[in-house]
């Protein structure tokens, strides 16, 4: 059975720091790109970060130089740490994992305060 657990959200003041985490496991074959992506009330969602199998990474600009995305490829395991947080944050963030189809967690809320 294919599983995306993530975890780390909660409720943070607005300049603090939350990491996120993402275990997935019962995908059959390579995943290839692992990816977090949120979606804030009444809004689409989006793409936050992503993490390729060979560590190459690219970040939607809001979070560049803030967000920092990493993967631990053995245990396929994918990290977000976010510094830095601002309001507009807020939002459920869904792991996604890339192999022959996408897989998704079922999102971790963050509350982030003003």
């Known amino acids: 059975q294919v599983q995306l657990v993530e975890s780390g959200g909660g409720l943070v003041q607005a300049g603090g720091s939350l990491r996120l985490s993402c275990a997935a496991s019962g995908i059959t074959g390579s995943i290839t790109t692992m990816g977090w992506y949120r979606q804030a009330p009444g809004k689409q969602r989006e793409l936050v970060a992503r993490?390729?199998?060979?560590?190459?990474?690219n970040y939607a600009d809001s979070v560049k130089g803030r967000f920092t995305i990493s993967r631990d490829n053995a245990r396929n395991i994918m990290y977000l740490q976010m510094n830095s947080l601002k309001p507009e944050d807020t939002a459920v963030y869904y792991c996604?994992?890339?192999?022959?189809?996408?897989?998704w967690g079922k999102g971790t809320l963050v509350t982030v305060s003003s």
């Open positions: 993490i390729f199998s060979g560590g190459s990474t």
């Open positions: 996604n994992a890339r192999s022959w189809m996408d897989f």
